[in-house]
């Protein structure tokens, strides 16, 4: 966006690119959301950043009206595949905090003062002040959202001492923890449900609308692996290995539309990190209207867009479980995957404690090791499954959310027993690529014809590249608008096209 752009942007107070830039104001020393209600400041006063972590090393302090911190997160982090934004992402997912500096730099293939360098010319900021900004953000959240005794908070932000943490919270927000927990009757503030057990969390998880609660909860259900998540209309929860130990968490659509979330972790470091996953899981970082008004300019989708605004692509809560689930998933339905899937968790996940009945997805060296015991079909599928657990569990693969799309692509075709379709798939869901499809996948071109699209594979990769830089969002559309009919051939090892629900779409691998 030009100067001027993000200018109408702030003088119009337009919400929808909240979290996408800050605009620091010279003559008060604030940096604010776009949609901040103070007055328009004059063009000569503002400069805009990138992130709000570039405005603070400016030398800037967070609106005390808007609160900046509370916006959604950027989309641009999903839609850049450079460094600057894989660096993004494995920094919300807590790479820093666990491994450093040189850890994240080692992950994206850099020196530590290259990347340095890199960040601090793309977003104003070097990984170390980015970290710092993720932390006042996790901070400003809990101490808003629980009761949380504010030490807690600042472990769990993942601050060294409570004393870096009132010193950062100060610097950010010109503001005392315990000052800032008092405004939380603000707007942007999350009522505190009395009522939870204790040890839980709760949440709002800011986004932008609309959102298609109806359509991801649909899709959450349909592919539920018994004991380890459960699904309804109206919620999801799930439970999750993470650092410090297993977690849990849910997430329900209030009545209000906010967005919900109950969480449970074994070690409260991890809860930035359990958050940051469930936001992706949910994908609710994404820019829906400009993803509407982008797919509404076809004459082919006009109609499904104005049918399902707000259109979600789930995202993974774990990309080596993502990897496995597309394994077993391809060729066959989503209820027989979700079945082995269920049988393999039963056999091999460890139960959680503290939780009836529930259960943690396996994990990859267990799955490598009696994998073979516990799943069904052809033996070259099995081993293949195996082989891509036991290369994710000994390191030969690496699958994170930071990778090069093109490389992480290219790892994954070179692992036996996958395609294109699961590589793109997997791309799709765990890097949060929004610009993928699957010319292959009976489903995107069963919902292609029903909108009049090609649907043969070249044809249709022409006329999908019409919608780039949104094709995954494109990909999502032709799934809900796949014809609803019956199997043709139940013994059939792949149904026909017409048996796909268009609320319940089902993938599978074109045969080679």
């Known amino acids: 966006m030009t100067f001027d752009e993000r200018y109408r942007a702030i003088d119009a107070r337009d919400a929808r690119f909240d979290g996408q830039f800050v605009t620091a104001v010279a003559s008060t020393h604030i940096y604010c959301r776009p949609s901040c209600p103070a007055r328009t400041p004059k063009p000569s006063n503002v400069t805009f950043y990138p992130t709000s ?25 999903n839609l850049r595949g450079d460094t600057a934004g894989r660096a993004m992402r494995l920094i919300a997912d807590g790479v820093v905090e666990r491994e450093g500096v040189p850890g994240l730099a080692r992950r994206l293939g850099y020196s530590t003062r290259h990347l340095t360098r890199v960040l601090t010319a793309e977003l104003g900021a070097g990984p170390l002040a980015l970290a710092r900004a993720h932390r006042a953000h996790t901070a400003r959240m ?21 004393r870096q943490f009132n010193e950062t919270v100060r ?25 939870l057990a204790p040890g839980a969390i709760n949440l709002t998880l800011p986004h932008r609308g609309p959102l298609d609660a109806r359509g991801i909860f649909a899709w959450m259900s349909a592919r539920a692996v018994a004991g380890v998540e459960t699904a309804t209309d109206e ?61 509404a300019r076809h004459p082919e989708l006009t109609a499904s867009v104005a049918r399902v605004p707000g259109i979600r692509v789930p995202g993974a809560a774990d990309p080596h479980e993502m990897l496995i689930r597309a394994m077993i ?27 009836e009945n529930e259960r943690l997805f396996p994990t990859m060296a267990a799955i490598a090791e009696r994998g073979h015991q516990v799943l069904r079909g052809p033996a ?8 891509a657990a036991a290369a994710l569990a000994d390191g030969t693969l690496t699958l994170t959310t930071g990778d090069d799309s093109a490389e992480q692509r290219a790892a994954l075709l070179a692992m036996p027993g996958i395609g294109p379709w699961t590589a793109d798939y997997v791309r799709m869901r765990v890097l949060g690529d929004p610009d993928v499809t699957l010319p292959g996948d009976v489903a995107v071109r069963a919902g292609a014809a029903a909108c009049g699209i090609p649907s043969e594979p070249k044809p249709f990769g022409e006329w999908a590249a019409r ?21 043709r051939n139940r013994s059939a090892q792949r149904p026909a096209a017409a048996s796909i629900p268009a609320s319940d779409p089902t993938l599978f691998e074109e045969a080679p």
């Open 53 to 77: 972590a570039a405005a603070h090393e400016a030398g800037y302090r967070a609106c005390k009206r808007c609160l900046p911190e509370a916006a959604p997160g950027s989309p641009q982090w």
């Open 142 to 162: 809990l101490l808003v959202g629980t009761d949380m005794p504010a030490a807690d908070v600042a472990f769990s932000a993942g601050f060294a001492s409570v």
């Open 171 to 195: 610097e950010v927000f010109d503001m005392t923890p315990l000052d800032l927990r008092a405004r939380r009757s603000m707007r942007h503030a999350t009522p505190i449900a009395s009522e």
């Open 235 to 295: 919620s999801f929860a799930r439970t999750l290995l993470l650092d410090g130990g297993p977690a849990w968490f849910e997430i329900r659509i209030g009545a209000d539309e906010r967005v919900r979330l109950r969480a449970k972790v074994t070690h409260m470091r991890d809860l930035p990190v359990l958050v940051t996953r469930a936001r992706r899981l949910f994908d609710l970082d994404a820019d829906p209207l400009a993803v509407d008004g982008a797919l």
């Open 329 to 355: 998933g391809q060729q066959i339905t989503v209820a027989a995957a979700r079945t082995a899937l269920t049988v393999l968790t039963d056999t091999l996940g460890a139960p959680v404690e503290g939780f």
């Open 380 to 387: 070259a599928r099995i081993r293949a499954i195996a082989g």
């Open 467 to 487: 919608t780039a830089p949104w094709r995954s969002y494109m990909t999502a559309h032709l799934w809900r608008n796949a014809p609803v009919r019956a199997p």
